[in-house]
């Protein structure tokens, strides 16, 4: 029950409430001006969600850079939070990893 809840709430949840406001909501297709505006402005609210310092925002604003770029080309947001799932699985999956090991031992 515990690595069910782990992975709905860690992997599952953020990619698809994080990719429905930040992206979806919040990229406007317009014209060319108004997605790079409104795309650079869901990266910066995305990254002041997940960090506080300059480094941390940047960095953070890297990775939601490919997840904005494939939403603009694709316009197609599953696809989006598919990545996102896979991201957020592969970076904290040595957590799950080592939660089974040590329950299996």
Known sequence: ADLNRICYF?????????ETFYRKNMIRFAN???????????????????SLSFWGIFLTM???FPLSLSYIKTRNIYVVMTAHFIG?????GSDVIATLIHWLS
């Open 10 to 18: 860690d992997y599952l949840l953020p990619a698809v409430t994080e």
């Open 32 to 50: 060319k001006k108004i997605i790079v505006l409104t795309t650079f402005f869901s990266m910066l609210l995305y990254a002041l969600e997940h």
């Open 62 to 64: 890297i990775w939601a």
């Open 88 to 92: 957020n699985l592969i970076g904290n």
